[in-house]
């Protein structure tokens, strides 16, 4: 009996044993056959696999026509392909000048042909600058620097950016993961001739991008950007026999480090501090830790409350104000004690106040602002210069004015400090030098 018993077992063990080894079989054989979801169709936001994106093709999928893989049909047959030719060729894909950085969905516009193309246009840019020059010795290779945020995409972006720079003889100085303000910074610091910032964490979903810089760290926009495209297009010639090299340097340390030169002399006050870009968010945690002791810094996670509660908070820490930080790091918005918003030009006006003969410094203001005379009654007697809100032509403008501040219409504060600044860290910085959003109740508490 007991053997019989012993038997049985062995033989429900077996089964149950070959039941999991099947069990196993399928599941790596569904791990095996599973796809990636690597496509995405123009103006969505989910991803799709490449079986979803064959198949919208033969069915001639709208969007399909916009799509920069459309090309991928070499597993159709001629009769297929033939259709297709003669359903592309019916419409064109509009172009799009760019604007403020190049900017596009993932993998369908912001893919690695836009980066190769960008990159073969500021080389070639940097190579004829470097071949005019009358100094003597001119052999030296230009230097780049390359930064990326933390998104994955970005990291795969910017080692494809990195390769294709060395490849064309540049020298390549790698600071890691940063924001489009340090890396600014950072390419003024360390002499650079240009700099490359590739991001995919923006408030659009999908949504990525290159920031360009040239020497001093003043951004490229507009017919600049559309300038290295073109050229980009072009059959361009090799400009080095040789690899141009790789620098690692630790650039969150050194644009920590040049923070702090802005992060003195701050008043006594409360500040509840949020940003949606995660770096960002980091720098600020490292800040607290150097900020004098009677100015309090409380960074509120952004993701995680609405502007409501982060507003309630205001009260219950007794906070003099509330300063989010946009998605680009670059852009400001303030809302007082009370939780109400202020007006960025107000808050302009309240820092310039601070300043004796305050109504001497010259200001550049957006031309994109609804109410121009509105600004004017802000700052009657300050001589205002009014820009296109593009990062190229405000700093343009804060160089050739040498005015001491600036506003645009996408409220970035700008400072000449002594190059034009764009950052909000240092915004922030400087409004809590002067205390300027501090209640006089509360000051006199």
């Known amino acids: 009996m007991t053997r019989q018993k012993l038997q049985q077992s062995k033989t429900e063990t077996g089964e149950a044993a070959s039941g999991l080894v099947e069990l196993d079989q399928y599941g790596l054989l569904q791990a095996w056959t599973a796809e990636d979801a690597n496509y995405c169709c123009p103006g969505e936001t989910e991803p799709i696999t490449r079986s979803v994106h064959l198949a919208r093709l033969r069915a001639h999928f709208a969007k399909c026509q916009l799509c920069p893989h459309r090309q991928e049909v070499e597993t159709f047959s001629a009769e297929t392909q033939s259709d297709l030719d003669g359903w592309w060729n019916r419409r064109e894909r509009p172009r799009t000048l760019p604007a403020d950085g190049l900017r596009g969905q993932m993998h369908n516009e912001f893919n690695r042909s836009m980066v190769r193309q960008a990159v073969a246009g500021l080389t070639e840019t940097l190579w004829e600058f470097h071949s005019k020059s009358d100094a003597p010795g001119e052999a030296k290779r230009p230097s780049v620097v390359v930064s990326h945020d933390l998104h994955g995409y970005s990291f795969e972006m910017t080692a494809l950016a990195t390769e294709a720079l060395r490849e064309q003889g540049c020298r390549v100085i790698d600071i890691g993961s940063s924001t489009t303000a340090a890396t600014s910074a950072l390419v003024e610091h360390l002499q650079a001739d240009a700099g490359v910032y590739i991001n995919a964490e923006s408030e659009a979903a999908s949504f990525g991008g290159m920031d360009l810089f040239r020497f001093g760290g003043l951004p490229l926009s507009a017919e600049s950007l559309h300038t290295i495209l073109e050229r980009g297009s072009r059959k361009l010639p090799r400009r080095a026999r040789s690899d141009g090299g790789l620098i690692r340097f630790p650039g969150r340390r050194r644009y920590l480090e040049l923070l702090r030169a802005h992060w003195t002399g701050l008043q006594p006050q409360t500040v509840l501090v949020a940003s949606a870009n995660t770096i960002v968010a980091e720098y600020l945690q490292e800040l607290t830790r150097l900020v004098d002791d009677c100015c309090t810094l ?45 007006p960025p030009w107000q808050i302009l006006s309240q820092w310039l106040r601070s300043y004796r003969d305050s109504e001497r410094y010259g200001l550049v203001l957006g031309e994109e602002f609804d109410h121009p005379d509105e600004l004017r009654e802000q700052f009657p007697q300050n001589p205002l210069r009014f820009r296109q809100s593009l990062r190229e032509h405000f700093a343009q403008g804060m160089r050739t004015s040498r005015s001491v501040a600036g506003l645009d219409a996408a409220e970035r504060f700008w400072f000449l400090d002594p190059h034009p600044i764009c950052d909000g860290l240092v915004t922030l910085a400087k409004i809590l030098q002067t205390g300027c959003l501090v209640s006089r109740s509360r000051a006199l508490a």
């Open 298 to 342: 409380i960074p509120v996670p952004l993701s995680d409350w609405t502007l409501e509660e982060r507003v309630s908070m205001l009260d219950e820490t007794r906070a003099d104000f509330l300063c989010t930080i946009r998605a680009d790091g670059q852009a400001v918005s303030f809302h007082n004690g009370a939780g109400r918003p202020v």
